[in-house]
C-alpha cells in the first residue's frame, strides 16, 4: 500500500514561505511527476514527504496513519537520489544490502533480495564492484536497486537522470516505466523536463512558487491547462500565445495555440509571416515565423516541408484547438 | 597538454629542474653522505664525496655519547601520543561542526584558528611555572598534552574540511535506508572519512615531530626529543661533524619519509583548507 | 535538516575542545598579563608587588627592545622576499615538461621536514663555519678570504637558514595553486596572441595572488616566532645581533628568572602577532564562506 495524502503542508525557510499550504492526494499504485521550473519548491516538496525536511505547518499522511514527525527511515518509503548518493567505499552488493542491514533483517532473506533486485535490474555481474567503477547508468541502477529491496510503500526520485547522457535518459526513462509495471508500488518522481513528465506519469502535478497549478493527467493537461502557466508548460515545442485583436475578437485576453494545431499554407491563411529559421528534424520540421505584429510563432509541419530562410508563409489556427486566457491567466471556459 | 613539446625544451626544462632541486636537496644529502666517514675525511680538503672509506662508527658513537634509543622513543611517543590524543578530541568536534552546523559555528572554528596565532612566547611563562609547580617538566605526559593542544586547531580544520566534502546526500540516503546516529557514524562516515582522517594524522605526526619551542623549553633529558637531543650539539666539541651528520640523519630519516607520503595534504592542512 | 536533539548531541562533542582550547589560550594569557603588571623575579622570592606597566615601561625601552624589534622585522621581510620570489620562480620552473618531475618535487620539498635544530646546526657547521665549512672552501677555491657568517653577519645566516626551511612550503603551495589553473584559459591566452612574459604577468600571477598571500601570512605567523635557529646558531649574539622578539622574551624570563619582564615582552609579542593574524583569519573566514 502507498496512499500518501498532504494537507495544509507549509514550508518556510526562516520568513521565506517555499511551499504555502498545499493539499494533494496520491493514490497506491499511481506514478506521479512532480515537474515544474527550478526552484519551484518541487524538490524541497519530495523532501517534505521524505522527512528530510521537517514541515512547518500541516499533515503528511501515509496510508492514512499521521507521518508528519515519523522519521524519514520509519515512513517505509526509498528515496533515488539525484547525485544517487551511493556509499562509494562499499560494493555494489553492499549498498544494495545496507538498509536492509540496518533494519535488522534475517540474512538469509537479504540475500534472496539482494539478488533478486539484481536480477531485475542486471546488475548480478557487477555486485563486487565499488560504484566508482560504474558507468553512470548502472550507479543509477545501484541506487534504485538499493530502493527496491527494501519493498518500501513508495518510491521517490529526485531528478534521477539529470546526471545522464542524452540516449541513456531515454533508456532509463524506459526502464523506470516497466519497473513501476512490474512493482505496481506508488511512485513520486521530481523532474524540471516536461518530456519526462508526459511520457512517465499517470498524474502530473505542475507546480510554481510551491503551489500547485495543476493536477491531472499528461492529456488532460495537454488539452485542457487549467491556465497560461501550465498551457507554457506542458508541450514541446511551446504554445504560441497571442494577445491584441485576434483575442478581443475570442473575448480572451490572451490566446493560445500550440505549433501542432496550426496549418501552414504557402498561399493563403491568417497570419502572414516570414520563416526566420526551420529546423528540420526528418520526421517534422519546425518553422520559427516572424508574423506582422505578433511575436515569432513556432510551426510544426511535416517533415518534407520545403520552408526555407526568408520564405513567406500563411498560417492558421485550428478552430477548435485555441486555447482561450483570461486577464487573470485563467483558462476560460 | 596534448600538445608536443620539443625534446629539446623538455630536456632544458629537465636540466634546470633538475640541478635547482639538487642545490636545495643538497645540504641533507651532504650530511647523509658525512655520517659515513670518519671525522677526519668530514672535514677534508677538498671535500670528499664517494670516495672515502665509508663507516657505521658515528652511529655507534652517537648511540654511546647519548641514547639515541630513548629519545627517538620520546619522539614516537609524543608526536603519535599527541595526535591520537588529539584525534579523540577533533573527530567529534569537527564532525558536529560539519554536519551539524549552528549559527555560530564560524565563529567557533575562527576562534580555533586563532589560538593557533597566538605566539607561544606569549603564554610561556604561566605554561613553564605550572608545568614547574607541578612537576610536568622533562615529562613525556606533560610535552604529549602541550603538542595536543597546539596541534588541535589546525586538525579540527583539517578534518573539517574533509568532513566537508561527503555530500549531504549520502548522510541523508543513509537516514532514508534506516540508519541511526551511530549507524551513520560507524558504516558511512568513517569509512569515508578515514583518508582524510590518516593524512590528518600523518601531518600532525610530522609538525610534533618538528615542534622546536616547547621541546625545548619544557624538557633536558628524561623526556627530551629528537629536537632536543639534536640541540645538544650546539656547542662545538673538537672534531663532530660525523657524528653531528649520523645524529642528524637518524633525526629527521623518519619523518623525512612520512613526510614526501604527505605532501598533498601537507598543503591543504597548512594553509587551513584555504589552499587545496 | 538538524533537529533539536541532534544540535545538544553537537554542542556536547564540540565542547571538550573547546574548553581544552580556553584554557590552554585564554587563562595561561590571562596569567602573562597579570604577571606583567608585578615585580616578580623567581630569583627574589616573596612579595610580588603591583608595579603597573613599569614592565612593559622597562621592556620597551630597553635598547635591546627595539634592537629585537628591527631584527624580527628583517628577519621576517628577508625571508619572505626570498621565498616568496624564489617559490614563484620554482613553480613556474617545476610546473614545465619535464623528466623526473616527481623525483624533483620530493627534493624540494625535503628541508621542510628537517627539524629546525638539525638545519640550523647543518648550516651552522658544515656550510657557514669558517675553517671547515663547505662556503669556506669554495670561497678558497676562488681565491677569496673565508667569511665569518655567523660573527660577520648572523642575521643574514639566520634568514638564510631559515628562507631554506620555509622555500619549499611556498614552492609546494604555488605550485599546487598553479596546477589549478585552467589550461583552457592559458590556451585563449596563447590564442590571443599572448607571449610567454604576458601571459605570466596577465594570468598567472593573478590567478596566484590568493596563495601568495596566504602563503606571506602563514610564513609571517611562524616567522614572528622563529625561535630554535637561534637558540642553536647564534644565541642570539654576538650581543644582540640576532636577538628577535621571542629570544628575548625568552632571555629575559629563563635566563635572567625576570618574569614579570619577560611577561611583558610577550604581550607586546602577543599584539603583533595579532596584527598579522587579524588579516590572515579575514582570508580563511572569506574562504569558509565560499
Redesign the interface.
Known sequence: MGKISLRKVTKKFGEVAVIPSLDLEINDGEFVVFVGPSGCGKSTLLRLI?G?EDVTDGVIEIDGVNATQT????RG???V???Y??????SVRKNIT??LK??GMDPAEQERRVANAAKVLNLTDYLERKPGQLSGGQRQRVAIG?AIV?EPKAFLFDEPLSNLDAALRVNMRLEITELHHTLKTTMIYVTHDQVEAMTMADKIVVLQAGRVEQVGSPLELYNAPANIFVAGFIGSPRMNFVTGADADKLNAKTIGVRPEHIDLSKDAGHWKGTVTVSEHLGSDTFLHVAVEGQDTMTVRADGDVAARYGDTVYLTPQADRIHRFGADGKTLK | ?ARA?TPA??LG??I???T???V??F??L??FI?SFKSEGDA?A???LFVNFHWTLENYVLVNQRSDYLLHFWNSVVISVGSTFLALV??I??A???A????KRT?D???????????????????????FKNTGLLDTLTGLVIIMT?IN??IL?WMLYTYFKEI?G??L??????????K?EVL??LT??AIPGIASTMLLNI?LA??E??WT??LTSSQAAP???F??S??S?EGL??AK??AA?TM??AP??I???FS??Q??RG??????? | M?TQH??S???L??S???I??FL??I???A??IY?SFLNYNLLRPGAHDFVGFRNYYYFLTDPSFLIAIKNTLILVLGVLVITVVGGVA?AV??D??????G?????????????????A???K???LNPV?G?FA?FAQLMGLQPYDFLSQSPLMSIIMIVS?EW???AT??LL??MQ?LD?EQMEAAEMDGASAISRFIYITLPHLT??IT?VIL?QT?FL??V??EI???TNGGPGTASTN??YL??GQ??LQFD?GG??A???V??I???I??IF??R???K??EA
Open positions: 521524505a528530510l522519521p524519514p527511515a520509519k518509503l526509498a528515496m537520489f539525484q547525485s548518493a551511493l556509499y562509494p567505499h562499499m545496507f538498509p540496518m533494519a538499493r527494501r | 597538454m613539446v625544451r623538455k626544462f629537465t634546470a629542474s633538475w635547482v632541486g639538487l636545495i636537496f645540504p641533507i651532504w650530511t658525512t672535514v680538503i677538498p671535500p578530541i577533533a567529534p568536534a564532525w558536529a561542526m554536519f551539524v552546523p549552528g564560524k567557533v572554528l575562527m576562534w580555533m584558528l586563532s589560538t593557533k596565532m597566538m605566539p607561544a612566547v606569549g603564554v610561556l611563562i604561566p605554561i613553564y611555572l605550572m593542544l588541535l586547531p579540527i555530500p546526500e549520502i541523508e540516503a543513509a537516514r532514508m535506508d534506516g540508519a541511526d546516529l549507524s558504516y558511512i569509512p569515508m610530522i615531530w618538528n622546536a619551542f625545548l623549553m629528537l629536537t632536543q639534536i640541540a650539539y650546539s662545538p663532530f661533524y653531528l651528520s642528524s633525526a629527521i619523518i623525512l612520512l613526510g614526501w605532501q598533498k601537507l598543503v597548512l594553509t587551513f583548507g584555504a589552499v587545496k | 538538524a541532534s544540535r548531541a553537537a554542542r562533542m564540540i571538550p575542545a573547546v581544552l582550547l590552554w589560550m587563562v595561561p594569557l596569567m602573562t604577571f620554482l620552473l617545476l614545465q615538461p619535464m623528466w623526473g618531475q623525483i624533483v618535487r620530493i627534493l624540494v620539498i625535503a628541508p621542510f621536514f628537517v627539524m629546525p635544530t638539525v638545519s646546526l647543518v648550516w657547521n658544515m656550510f671547515n663547505l672552501y631554506w622555500l619549499p612550503f609546494l603551495i599546487t595553486a589549478s589550461s590568493r596563495s596566504v602563514i605567523i614572528l616566532s625561535f630554535a637558540l642553536v646558531t622578539l621571542p622574551v625568552y624570563s629563563l618574569v619577560g611577561s615582552g610577550g604581550i609579542a602577543v603583533l602577532a595579532n598579522v593574524a590572515l583569519m582570508m580563511i573566514g574562504n569558509l
